[in-house]
């Protein structure tokens, strides 16, 4: 029960298969009063009703891009916890250029605004409404989800690449806000290959997914582990961890080769 008591805003869970999904689930066996949210247009698949009737969590959609739902979303939040929010997952990702099959050397540079606005853009407007309604608790914690593509090239993983580097960007820059302010940390978590909708969205991801898993000498980090470092990141255990990107992938990102491979 390292969470009793503590009370948090999590983004992201579509269905089953999220990384989101499984921080919840963890949040609540951990003692958490959590609040659920995704964009408008998840809800409608329906899925996110089951977790919230399992985790006992309202469920208040914003599409992370506007900042009129991050200011309903972290308002009624307040109002249905009685207090701040103590953690923030982000775990948000989409890529237009990537869904609608676009080159990387051929790239809409408007699908590319809108990218980036979903999948980085939104960490800097849900961390900003925190500040301005001053809704997050001192020693709070905040977290989003990563890719190790920000710092090596995947060619597949496209604009995403870049929308990450900025995310990870974002945590360091209002990590320095946020913690001079309030003493709440702000990381980003690097994650393994993970089957799951946005994950499968890749081209060749299958591919990408047993690569990582046999250079990795512990093999990827499965999403459920994923879900057990967030609650380290939003427990008390952690509060001089902040402005990092943890990697969480098996010691992928350490290896130069690895024999496995090559046989
Ligand atoms: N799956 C992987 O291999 C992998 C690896 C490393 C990092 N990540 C990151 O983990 C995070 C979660 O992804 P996932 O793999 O669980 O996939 P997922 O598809 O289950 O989750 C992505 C979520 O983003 C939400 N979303 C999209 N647009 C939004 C908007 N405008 N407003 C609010 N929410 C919106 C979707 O509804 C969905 O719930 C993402 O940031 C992703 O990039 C995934």
Not at 85 to 91: A, G, T
Not at 136 to 157: C, E, H, K, M, N
């Amino acid at each position: 029960m390292i969470l009793k008591g503590k009370k948090g805003i999590v983004f992201g869970a579509l269905d089953n298969q999220s990384i989101a999904w499984k921080v919840a689930e963890r949040c609540v066996e951990e003692g958490a009063q959590i609040v659920l949210t995704n964009a408008p247009v998840a809800m409608r698949m329906g899925e996110i009703n089951k977790l919230a009737e399992q985790c006992k969590a309202p469920v208040i959609p914003a599409d992370a891009t506007s900042l009129e739902d991050l200011e309903n979303l972290v308002q009624k939040s307040v109002e249905h916890f009685g207090g701040k929010v103590d953690f923030v997952l982000h775990s948000i990702g989409m890529s237009v250029n990537v869904r609608k099959g676009k080159p990387y050397t051929d790239l809409n540079y408007d699908w590319m605004q809108k990218t980036f606005d979903v999948s980085a853009i939104s960490f800097h407007k849900t961390m900003q409404t925190l500040w301005k309604l001053d809704a997050i608790s001192d020693w709070g914690s905040i977290v989003g989800l990563t890719y190790i593509a920000a710092q090596r090239v995947f060619p597949d993983y496209s604009e995403m690449a870049e929308s990450k580097a900025l995310l990870e960007s974002f945590a360091r820059s209002f990590g320095y806000h946020l913690g001079t302010a309030k003493n709440v940390r702000v990381n980003t978590i690097s994650q393994s290959p993970t089957m799951t909708t946005a994950g499968q969205g890749i081209k060749g991801f299958q591919e990408f997914f047993d690569y990582a898993d046999k250079m990795s000498p512990l093999g990827n980090a499965p999403a459920e582990a994923c879900a057990d470092y967030c609650i380290a990141l939003f427990s008390d255990l952690t509060r001089y961890v902040t402005m990092q990107n943890l990697f969480h992938d098996g010691g992928f990102s350490t290896m130069g080769m690895n024999p496995a491979l090559v046989q």
